[in-house]
């Protein structure tokens, strides 16, 4: 719809920006904190690793002074659960707690609005060694994580996240990397894991709202379109089964309490649906999140599977890329879009739709949590980092959520990815993504100096101008 005069975004509007604990903070071993998951990947010899990362852990005030300098009025950031409670379960680590709390009172402090991820793929290592998500005690230990938190923040904490990007977990298990062993669990465990994780994730929303009566809580969910490669019937039809197996089918569980009757007749016919108990039905409507939170990077194009090995293509190791399924559907290219020097497909107009398809489903304010451009942005010898490619990219974008807030969406805020410089999962320092600069290569620390890219400046006029000057 092209509309004859535009509103602009809300006075209130989160302009912000994102990052995740194991990713920018280091310390990975510092002041009682245990191995997570993520600390314990098989990491490739060549990219950094997660145990200095950004050095956020170190520098949260000189980060979170750049961050009030950028204008932030939002900083999305996830919990480390291996800080607080180093056994997954039990004794509560005073000094994790403080970290986040002296950084929590230092974004307050800045009028920057903290929105809180309880969980972003790092669960304790102790609890992997005892079966990780597919033990159903993983789901108390979620919900007595969560409960210290709510207990220590909840007076201070209005936007908090339940489980980041599920989806990924359970669909693209390597695309965070491989486990020692270098085997990853068959689908059947997999999606016996989707299911602690959502009967979890709604007893933690329930107990949000009996703890924080003032807090508001949501999923975070990796969401994207799915577009069919031709109007053949057929192309359809694959396009609506992957975008629901995808999508809406996680985000169906979680706001509604019930899962999606394709999703499950999927599952049962593939002998892949879970093991439920009893009272799992009721605890799921438990769940009534206040809004939903999308990462957002892509559409993909599909064509009807031909049912067989011929439908799988390769992938370049993250969730961004498809794959394929026989039976289900068949990766197929764009040509109305461009693309990444990483593959990823570039498509503004894309998250317009996927606001509307949201919006439309689910009747909730959305938060955007992440959307982005990884590249390996260069320092040059003047000190400045020229990304205006990623000022074109961001730009785009922030078009298309105009439109989409004329098309009758609720967006409480944009949160891109990442305020700062983190470890990218595959690419390490290779590939970056924030507004600010770290200065270290994958093995050489170097100075870790904060410098402001071209972007800052761009961001920054943005948000002063609440989106008017872009």
Not at 129 to 144: L, P, Y
Request: net charge negative; glycine share 8%; with cysteine.
């Amino acid at each position: 719809m092209i509309f004859q005069t535009l509103e602009g975004f809300p006075k209130d509007f989160l302009w912000g920006a994102s990052t995740s604990a194991y990713q920018v903070e280091g310390a990975w071993n510092e002041d009682g904190k245990s191995p997570s998951v993520v600390d314990m990947l098989i990491h490739p010899e060549e990219t950094a690793d997660f145990t200095v990362a950004s050095d956020h852990y170190h520098r949260f005030r000189e980060d979170v002074a750049l961050f009030a300098e950028l204008g932030l009025k939002a900083y999305r950031f996830s919990v480390a659960w291996t800080r607080i409670l180093p056994a997954g379960t039990g004794e509560v680590n005073q000094a994790g707690l403080a970290f986040y709390q002296q950084l929590i009172d230092e974004l307050l402090l800045h009028g920057i609005e903290p929105v809180v991820t309880l969980y972003h793929f790092d669960l304790p290592y102790v609890l992997e060694q005892k079966g990780g998500w597919a033990n159903r005690e993983t789901i108390d230990a979620f919900v007595e994580y969560a409960d210290v938190l709510f207990t220590a923040f909840g007076g201070k904490i209005k936007y908090w996240l339940t489980i980041n990007e599920q989806n990924t977990l359970i669909l693209h298990p390597g695309a965070i990397g491989l486990p020692k062993g270098g085997e990853l669990p068959p689908k059947k465990v997999l999606y016996q894991q989707n299911h602690h994780m959502m009967v979890a994730q709604a007893r933690v929303m329930a107990r949000c709202h009996q703890r924080c009566p003032a807090g508001k809580i949501g999923p975070a969910i990796n969401t994207t379109s799915m577009y069919q490669e031709t109007c053949h019937p057929l192309d359809a039809l694959a396009a609506h089964n992957w975008e629901t197996l995808r999508c809406w089918s996680f985000l169906d569980v979680a706001v509604h309490g019930r899962y999606n009757a394709l999703a499950w007749r999927y599952l049962e016919d593939r002998d892949l649906a879970p093991v439920m108990e009893p009272e799992d039905a009721l605890l799921l409507l438990q769940g009534k999140p206040d809004y939903v939170a999308i990462n957002y990077y892509s559409t993909a194009t599909l064509a009807a599977s031909r049912g067989d090995a011929s439908d799988i293509s390769a992938r370049a190791g993250d969730q961004q890329i498809m794959l394929g399924e026989p039976g289900v559907y068949r990766a197929a290219e764009n040509p109305f879009v461009a693309k990444t020097q990483y593959g990823w497909v570039i498509d503004p107009v894309g998250l317009r739709l996927t606001l509307r398809k949201t919006c439309e489903r689910y009747h909730l304010p959305i938060l955007i949590t992440e959307n982005g451009i990884g590249a390996p942005d260069t320092l040059l010898p003047d000190g400045s980092i020229n990304d205006d490619y990623r000022i074109e990219f961001m730009r785009q974008h922030v078009e298309q959520m105009q439109l989409a807030i004329n098309d009758g969406v609720e967006l409480l805020g944009y949160c891109p990815w990442a305020a700062i410089d983190v470890v990218s999962t595959h690419q390490g320092y290779a590939k970056r993504y924030g507004f600010i600069y770290v200065n270290r290569g994958e093995k050489d620390l170097m100075d870790l100096r904060r410098i402001r890219k071209n972007s800052f400046g761009w961001y920054q006029r943005l948000i002063a101008s609440n989106g008017v000057h872009r």
